[in-house]
């Protein structure tokens, strides 16, 4: 009876996990402190096939959806396309938009010398990597009918179009004891035959830092030369345990750094930032040496992480995120709030300089990154049945007013307008105070 009565709890909590219609809302109820724990090797395994079956009924969709893949045309606009997606990086906590510790050297450089631009009001759709990755490749935006899976994903539109696509993951590669989060943000890129719908080369290991992804492209880079190229890297970035993200030798903040900046932060705290700023100043390095890869090719460089990060934002004492508190401004600015940027190589600018116009006119625009494949098409020229010109931020049709609802559940730019309003009304209260 006592046995029972202690395993109770645990044993509802797994009925609840086992009680979802996709892999996503499980992937999110395994975030919640209490979730159901499996203990015994066979309720591990009957949710190992539960998971499976969940993503095969995703799967057989996303197949069906591979007869949509259709290309009208394709004027390969740009020869070489390259998308880095970055891992973990609140904009807030970058000095390439304002951050006081030193970060960013080597993008504000590119950026001073007019290489690079910065795009300034852009949100991820949500804040867990798998659920960003669905809304990043497929062509489904939040608020179309139907599911991310019922559209076809990008890289298939690449690769139809005659597009030689590769794609560098340091993250989702498919093996044994994958966590969750990995099987759900991966099994779309590897599953044989989708996976060969859409990339024609992969890398096939896994690296500590990233600079191993970059050393290993250089065996890869050859393939398909003689076509034009899409080239996606998928970083590890600042994923969390920062501390181990950056090789000690190009550390260069510790928690000394923040003595006078921080001083409502412990000792401990401060260590966790400089572990997080080093961790931003390696993936400095990376993004900088992609970059280099490309100086001499006719090629434009999009940079874009999955989702932000909290590192001690807002008076919080907490880093990571918080996945099952309420999406306050606070939680947006630090959770949701990314950077983005577009580089192009002197070549590319002096062929598409119509493009680099709109990179700079465009660049204040608001938007949300699950509407990514829609820049990635127009770039490419490719005209296909899908495509939605008010969705491409560099289009004069793109619709500025689009609602971006942040984790199916509140408006950014309502909250957003909440908040200043909120801040209005304080201040008037101050200013009246002072008056009497
Ligand atoms: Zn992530």
Redesign the pocket.
């Known amino acids: 009876i006592v046995c029972a009565s202690m395993c109770m709890e645990n044993k509802r909590l797994l009925v609840k996990l086992m009680s979802y219609d996709n892999i996503g809302d499980v992937e999110h109820e395994l975030t919640e402190k209490h979730h159901g724990v499996q203990y015994l090797p066979i309720y591990r395994l009957a949710f190992s096939i539960y998971a499976n079956e969940l993503t095969a009924q995703q799967l057989v969709r996303l197949k069906e959806s591979l007869d949509d893949v259709k290309v009208d045309s394709c004027s390969y606009r740009s020869r070489n396309i390259v998308l880095i997606i970055g891992?973990?990086y609140n904009r807030n906590h970058s000095s390439l938009y304002g951050y006081e510790t030193p970060n960013t050297p080597r993008q504000k450089k590119l950026y001073k010398r007019g290489e690079l631009m910065p795009f300034t009001d852009v949100v991820s759709p949500w804040n867990?990597?798998s659920f960003?990755f669905k809304h990043l490749f497929s062509l489904y935006t939040v608020g179309d009918k139907g599911d991310w899976c019922d559209y076809p994903l990008f890289p298939e539109v690449f690769r139809k179009a005659g597009y030689h696509v590769t794609f560098m993951t340091n993250q989702f590669l498919p093996q044994a004891k994958e966590a969750v989060y990995d099987f759900s943000g991966g099994f779309f890129l590897n599953d044989e035959q989708l996976s060969k719908a859409q990339f024609d080369t992969r890398n096939t290991d896994l690296y500590r830092f990233d600079n191993g992804l970059l050393c290993n492209y250089e065996k890869l880079k050859d393939e398909g030369k003689d076509k034009p190229q899409l080239i996606i890297f998928h970083l590890k970035g600042q994923?969390v345990d920062y501390r181990t993200r950056c090789p000690k030798v190009q550390k260069r903040f510790n928690k000394d750094t923040y003595k006078e900046s921080r001083p409502e932060l412990s000792d401990k705290e401060r260590t966790v930032l400089s572990d997080y700023d080093n961790a931003i100043l390696y993936n400095d390095s990376i993004v900088n040496a992609i970059v280099d890869k490309f100086r001499k090719q006719d090629a434009i460089v999009i940079y874009v992480?999955?989702?932000g990060e909290e590192c001690y934002d807002g008076g919080v004492h907490f880093y990571g995120r918080m996945h099952s508190a309420e999406i306050t401004p606070r939680l947006a600015h630090a959770e949701f709030e990314i950077p983005m940027w577009i580089w192009a190589s002197r070549e590319y600018k002096a062929k598409h300089p119509d493009i680099w116009q709109a990179v700079r006119k465009y660049r204040k625009r608001p938007y949300m990154t699950d509407a990514m494949p829609y820049l990635l098409l127009y770039l490419a020229g490719i005209e296909c049945p899908q495509y939605r010109d008010e969705l491409n931020i560099l289009s004069d049709k793109y619709n500025e007013k689009r609602p971006r609802i942040l984790k199916r559940q509140v408006d950014y730019n309502v909250l957003m307008e909440k908040e200043k309003l909120q801040k209005e009304q304080e201040k008037a209260k101050e200013n009246n105070k002072k008056k009497r």
Do not use: F, G, Q, Y
Request: hydrophobic share 20%.
């Open positions: 891992e973990s867990l990597t960003v994923h992480p999955d989702h």
